[in-house]
């Protein structure tokens, strides 16, 4: 199966602005939507996916790897 990312939003470099939720994103589509990171992890690793979560912080840089931790599916 293919990879599934977590990623919080709103996406901001305010620091003051705070996550609303999270989604789950797969081949860059934004497939479900959850009040709480775990709950979107689970979701993604019950569906089968190779799940990447992106640590909460407020620069969006995929590239990183720091970026992301593989979930304990």
């Not at 919080?8 to 860059?28: A, C, E, F, L, W």
């Not at 709480?36 to 990447?52: I, L, M, N, P, S």
Request: hydrophobic content about 30%; some cysteine; aromatic content about 8%.
């Amino acid at each position: 199966m293919s990879n599934a990312y977590v990623e919080y939003r709103p996406k901001s470099d305010d620091q003051t602005h705070g996550v609303t939720h999270h989604v789950v994103i797969v081949n860059g589509i934004e497939i479900k939507m959850f009040d709480k990171q775990r709950d979107a992890e689970e979701w993604a690793c019950k569906q089968g996916y190779t799940v990447h979560v992106a640590r909460e912080r407020h620069l969006q840089d995929k590239p990183n790897p720091a970026h992301w931790r593989k979930a304990d599916c």
